[in-house]
């Protein structure tokens, strides 16, 4: 069984408050951020685009660094099933700008067999062809996907894969050991 993993809220923590404060404490900024999301996430709009779509000069620095915090207890479980020879790979949502710089920091990424960045992919979860992408990739039918978000995981199951709603490293730790 191949174990693909969502990202953020799974390896990487949700966005921290207090980076998302100095970005703004409008509810109308982040109505807009969320709203627009999703097509920065695809890759089909520019850091500059989607940031004229959310209506404020561009938070470029700040928006990677609200997404930069990494759980590295889950980091060292990735390097565990790797050393053990499980097929583990990464599904997430992500602009190019915070790809290139998780890239750029973490050598971890490198552990995945394969590396799905929405931005890249050109879709993002819970569409279908986000999951498709990464089946046809990894060449099997027999996939686990772990993320925080229930949506995407009952999308996920929706074509065939396994799913693992995310809630803490214990539940993962005691799923992987019933299927080794």
Same mark, same amino acid.
């Given at each position: 069984m191949i174990v693909l993993f969502d990202m953020f809220g799974v390896i990487a923590r949700d966005q921290s408050p207090e980076v998302m404060r100095e970005m703004s404490t409008a509810p109308e900024f982040w109505d807009a951020y969320w709203a627009h999301r999703p097509a920065y996430d695809r890759g089909d709009v520019t850091a500059q685009e989607y940031w004229e779509r959310v +209506?404020?000069?561009?938070l470029v620095e700040q928006d990677v660094a609200s997404w930069s915090r990494v759980d590295y207890e889950m980091v060292a479980l990735l390097h =565990? !099933? *790797?050393? @053990? +020879? #499980? #097929?583990? @790979?990464?599904? *997430?949502?992500i602009p190019e700008d915070l790809a290139r710089n998780f890239e750029r920091t973490h @050598?971890?990424?490198? !552990?995945? =067999? &394969?590396c799905a960045f929405s931005c890249r992919i050109g879709h993002a979860k819970p569409e279908r062809g986000a999951f498709e992408w990464c089946r046809d990739r990894l060449g099997d039918d027999d996939i686990l996907f772990v993320d925080d978000r !229930? =949506?995407? &995981? #009952? @999308?996920a199951e929706l074509v065939g894969m396994r799913g693992h709603h995310f809630t803490g490293i214990d539940g993962l730790r005691t799923l992987l050991a019933a299927h080794p």
């Open positions: +209506g404020h000069p561009p =565990e !099933l *790797s050393n @053990a +020879g #499980r #097929r583990i @790979a990464l599904l *997430s949502n @050598a971890w990424l490198d !552990l995945f =067999e &394969v !229930l =949506e995407n &995981v #009952r @999308a």
